[in-house]
């Protein structure tokens, strides 16, 4: 059985850092495309970031680049968000996803049904 969990989410300060983790287990992990895709209230999900096969290549929205920094470490089967400078427009539950497809690293893909696996959230709200 497949499962991405998704954890380091919670309440933080604006201009604060957290740090995201997906655990990914029942498959082979060093094969997947991974991404983070967000969701605020009442918002459509957006991509903000993927990565590819063996971490060296990754890609980013606009407006979290050069404050976030994505990567993977196969080994641990393990793919990680380092968020920096958080601003309270980050506020959403972030996801992790992952799929095969090389569309999975260049798509910029918001949607659940884009991915092969996808996991349950990890919330993170920046507020004062």
């Known amino acids: 059985q497949v499962q991405f969990v998704e954890s380091g989410g919670g309440l933080v300060q604006p201009g604060g850092s957290l740090r995201l983790s997906c655990a990914a287990s029942?498959?082979?992990?060093?094969?997947?495309?991974m991404s983070w895709v967000r969701q605020a209230p009442g918002k459509a999900p957006e991509w903000i970031s993927a990565?590819?096969?063996?971490?060296?290549?990754?890609r980013y929205r606009d407006s979290v680049q050069g404050r976030f920094t994505i990567s993977r470490d196969n080994a641990k089967n393990t793919m990680y968000l380092q968020m920096n400078s958080l601003k309270p427009d980050d506020t959403a539950l972030y996801y992790c996803?992952?799929?095969?497809?090389?569309?999975?690293?260049?798509?910029?893909?918001?949607?659940?049904?884009?991915?092969?696996?996808w996991g349950q959230g990890t919330q993170v709200t920046v507020s004062s």
């Open positions: 996803a992952g799929c095969r497809m090389l569309r999975c690293f260049v798509g910029r893909l918001n949607n659940k049904t884009d991915y092969e696996y």
């Open positions: 029942g498959l082979t992990f060093r094969d997947y495309y």
């Open positions: 990565i590819s096969l063996n971490g060296g290549n990754q």
